[in-house]
């Protein structure tokens, strides 16, 4: 069963980008080199392919040396990630030691981004506070990539992925707020008074299943793939996503999808409904990811792209398009090739 492609809300596009405004330093160069028409920038709902976004965090990391892509005052720089993990796993036998660890050791790289750990309970919170004037204009950014970069390292470590209590940001919810859900697997809360992701604590005493050496294959991918990597393959509505994927042309109805992962219909559409989405929000994300995928990476006429995702016509995959986008597949394309 082949990973379906997904797309990034540009939402998360312009906050990355925010590091350069910081910088008062030209986008556009990098936008080009991810092949991002700057069009879309503006466009409320626009999305771009994973494959897109990661090229755009990849290449802001590497030309600035800074992985928090110009986000600070002082770059955090290149391999920065690789040292808090090689100091954080290094003989350390549970998770709690691995994250008590982290957040000592992050104190060497930067005063800006204060982080902290602590129980309350039964639940673990690692809370990060600052910087405060830079931060203003995308207050979740950073958070997000702190968050989302140690929940993946802690799921691979304990060999499963976590179920959080909540994740917390200080900002208001962003225009892609939504998102989040796909980001981190809890409770979702805007305005908080502090940014914080809370651990189950029963997860802290689970031994670690990687070491050093098995420590280098993933880094190999971070933390540029952390960023952009946010589709959980354990998830019920990522199980029916790759299902409707694999019958494409063919549609799935909710019966048929209830029987290929052994639910009821009733079953099914509750448990979608605790992850925060509907079987019509799952099949219609899909259309619109492969779609935006055969646009970017394909020779295929518009009718053809219609007629591969399931469409009767491609005026009803128009106008799906362009609810989806903003724009219509052929001016989505466009922007593209002129880029």
């Not at 600052?130 to 799921?155: D, M, N």
């Not at 993933?218 to 790759?242: C, H, M, V």
């Amino acid at each position: 069963m082949n990973s379906p492609p997904i797309s990034v809300h540009i939402g998360f596009v312009r906050e990355t980008l925010g590091g350069l405004k910081l910088r008062q330093q030209d986008p556009l160069p990098f936008l080009e080199r991810a092949n991002i028409p700057r069009e879309l920038i503006e466009l409320p709902l626009a999305r771009i392919s994973g494959t897109q976004y990661q090229t755009l965090v990849l290449s802001l990391m590497d030309d600035l040396d800074d992985e928090m892509m110009g986000h600070l005052a002082k770059p955090l720089r290149r391999g920065s990630f690789v040292f808090l993990a090689r100091a954080s796993l290094f003989g350390a036998l549970s998770l709690y030691v691995v994250l008590a660890r982290w957040v000592k050791a992050h104190r060497l790289l930067t005063d800006e981004i204060h982080l902290s750990f602590r129980k309350e309970g039964d639940v673990a919170w690692i809370t990060l506070t600052g910087p405060s004037s830079r931060s203003q204009q995308h207050p979740t950014f950073l958070p997000v990539v702190y968050f989302k970069s140690l929940h993946i390292l802690a799921s691979w470590l304990i060999g499963e992925r976590i179920k959080l209590t909540a994740v917390r940001f200080t900002g208001p919810c962003p225009i892609h707020g939504d998102e989040y859900a796909h980001l981190f697997p809890g409770e979702i809360a805007f305005s908080a008074p502090v940014s914080a992701m809370g651990i189950p604590v029963p997860y802290l005493d689970r031994a670690v299943s990687q070491d050093v050496d098995s420590l280098h294959q993933f880094l190999r991918a971070a933390p540029g793939n952390l960023l952009w990597q946010y589709r959980a393959t354990d998830l019920l509505s990522e199980k029916i996503r790759a299902i409707l994927k694999d019958a494409l042309p063919a549609h799935v109805d909710i019966a048929e999808a209830a029987q290929a992962v052994g639910f009821s219909q009733r079953t099914l559409h509750r448990r979608l409904i605790g992850e925060g989405t509907n079987f019509q929000e799952i099949k219609d994300g899909l259309r619109r990811d492969v779609a935006i995928d055969c646009l970017d990476h394909s020779r295929l006429s518009i009718e053809e792209i219609a007629e591969h995702i399931g469409f009767s016509d491609a005026a009803a995959f128009y106008r799906a398009f362009k609810t989806w986008t903003g724009v219509a597949p052929g001016v989505y394309r466009q922007r593209t090739l002129k880029t």
